[in-house]
């Protein structure tokens, strides 16, 4: 486990989740009047959440936790940006929509709950987390042991095999798993303003323009085998493994084009290919 490269991310998020909200206009009036950020992938693999309690994962700023929270979640979140738990708590007090968000490395987080006691119904993750994660097996164990017996975990996620390609999306340039850890000086980038409308469904505002991260990022690079055996390993059983030829919210590479609903995928011409990839895994009683 790099803790020492998480603590550099973290240092990067906080000034990239700036970034990302100065783009996106009244979130809090946008939840407040039955807006949801969430796609419809995660809404099929979590099923009915109403009731239930929901951990989720590196939330961000809390917009999906949120809307979550709306459909009748009692939600709990966990992110290690300093930046970005502010803002979920101040969106959750102005949008009136409950949720519990806390400001941990998710690792540590983690084992603390556990040694608590805490268990939750569901333990949700999506799009862009498992990069950051430098030891997956004690992920996986931590999700399973904060999982009441029967509760699930559900993951959306941009497929790995996007991080072998270039920025054209056409040809090889990279290694596939392993937990390869890949530094870059330019940090986390703007990709609200990248992707525009279809991460601002508050609406898209200007915002920071030419965002420059001053801190750089560490990401791990997992295969799709590894995380799926990961949770196998701790105990989890998985009941789904879907693959999708498109990535919600995110224009992965040049030459991919908007097909509506904030989904991207190559251009007419272009092959189909694994852009993301969802999976529901169960603690057995």
């Known amino acids: ?3 020492d490269l998480h603590e550099i991310n973290r240092l990067a998020w906080n000034e990239a989740t700036r970034a990302h909200n100065s783009h ?34 590196q939330c961000n700023a809390g917009q999906d936790t949120l809307s979550l929270a709306a459909r009748g979640a009692r939600v709990t979140g966990v992110d290690i940006s300093d930046e970005a738990i502010a803002f979920a708590r101040q969106l959750s007090a102005e949008s009136g929509i409950p949720g519990t968000f806390h400001r941990a490395d998710v690792y540590d987080w983690l084992e603390e709950a556990a040694a608590r006691g ?46 072998m390609l270039d920025e054209q999306g056409r040809q090889i340039v990279g290694d596939y798993g392993g937990g390869q850890h890949l530094a870059f000086e330019s ?22 323009r030419d965002f420059v991260n001053p801190h750089p990022g560490h990401e791990f690079n997992w295969g799709l085998g590894e995380v ?46 694994p852009l993301m990839f969802g999976l529901s895994a169960r603690r057995e009683g």
Do not use: C
Not at 187 to 208: K, R, T
């Open 118 to 163: 805490e268990r939750f119904d569901l333990v949700f993750s999506s799009y862009g987390a498992i990069v950051w994660l430098s030891d997956l097996r004690t992920w996986a164990d931590g999700i399973a042991r904060v999982l009441v017996p029967g509760g699930r975990f559900v993951l959306v996620e941009f497929h790995p095999f996007l991080a």
């Open 187 to 208: 940090g986390i980038g703007d990709y609200v303003a990248w992707a525009g409308e279809a991460l601002a469904p508050s609406g898209y505002v200007e915002g920071v």
């Open 24 to 57: 996106k206009a009244d979130q809090a009036r946008f939840l407040r009047e039955g807006g949801s950020t969430l796609f419809p992938e995660e809404l099929e693999l979590l099923g009915d959440v109403r009731g239930r309690s929901l951990l989720h994962l």
């Open 1 to 3: 486990m790099r803790k």
């Open 228 to 273: 799926v055996t990961a949770l196998l390993d701790a105990g989890l059983r998985l009941e789904a493994l879907r693959e999708y030829p498109f990535s919600n919210g995110f224009p992965a590479f040049d030459g991919t084009v908007h097909i509506g609903g904030g989904r991207f995928a190559p251009a007419e011409g272009r092959p189909r290919m």
